[in-house]
């Protein structure tokens, strides 16, 4: 039998940490938003070495005392000034060849968000300068990024598309009320690809619990048309029946 003074999970006394390599543990934020039906990704311009004056994700080492979600929001205003709360923030992945960062071995935990209406940003702490940035510049390799974090925002990038498919996060990056149109232009932007207006407004309307209606039209329509109909967001969060990425 064991004694009442014995712990369960084994004395420490004989531990000493320095007997194990170092590795530090940071989170990298991929912040996606949409400006003027074009999908873009918030970038800062790294003011320290490694990769001094690169482009690179918002991000940085957890503290002792923080937890992953906790060390993302900070990083995310620390960096670009945005205490903006994201309409989503998910972890999507975690990063840790030996290599990645020349410091030390380091393991990152990347996040993905959405922010609506997103504010301009602006750079704080070891960041020169931060903007959000198209993401076709990143895709067509017009714009390098420091670390793998062009490696972190494909990832991100294929799980937003994914989402987009199987779940109601599309009405994340449209503000509380919103028409057909600003909804279906999430998704073109996203996907990077055209869609049938009318089709796809018979698909969202008739996926239970994506939208529902305000009862309230807007001023005037799509160039000086017809007052368009305000929609809000749902209750439901994965869409029944999915709508599926066109195929290229």
Request: glycine letters at 8%; a negative charge; proline letters at 7%.
């Amino acid at each position: 039998m064991m004694s009442d003074n014995t712990s369960t999970t084994g004395s420490c006394d004989a531990y000493n940490p320095r007997d194990y390599p170092a590795v530090a543990v940071t989170v990298d934020i991929v912040v996606f938003t949409i400006v003027n039906a074009e999908l873009k990704v918030l970038l800062i311009q790294r003011g320290e070495p490694p990769f001094l004056g690169r482009w690179a994700l918002p991000g940085g080492f957890i503290h002792p005392n923080e937890d992953l979600d906790t060390a993302a929001r900070r990083e995310l205003a620390e960096e670009t000034g945005i205490h903006q709360a994201p309409g989503h923030l998910e972890q999507f992945g975690s990063y840790g060849s030996p290599e990645r960062d020349p410091r030390m071995r380091v393991v990152t935990i990347g996040y993905w968000a959405i922010v609506p209406d997103l504010a301009s940003p602006a750079a704080g702490t070891d960041a020169i300068h931060a903007e959000l940035v198209a993401v076709s510049e990143i895709e067509g390799g017009r714009v390098r990024l420091a670390f793998d974090h062009e490696t972190i925002l494909a990832d991100a990038l294929d799980t937003a598309r994914s989402r987009l498919e199987s779940t109601t996060l599309a009405a994340a990056f449209c503000g509380p009320e919103f028409t057909i149109s600003d909804l279906r232009r999430v998704y073109e932007a996203v996907w990077n690809t055209k869609l049938d207006a009318g089709n796809f407004q018979r698909k969202v309307t008739r996926s239970n619990g994506f939208i529902k209606p305000v009862n309230q039209r807007t001023s005037s329509g799509d160039r000086g048309g017809r007052p368009a109909s305000l929609w809000t967001s749902g209750d439901a969060e994965r869409l029944t029946p999915p709508l599926n990425m066109p195929n290229e």
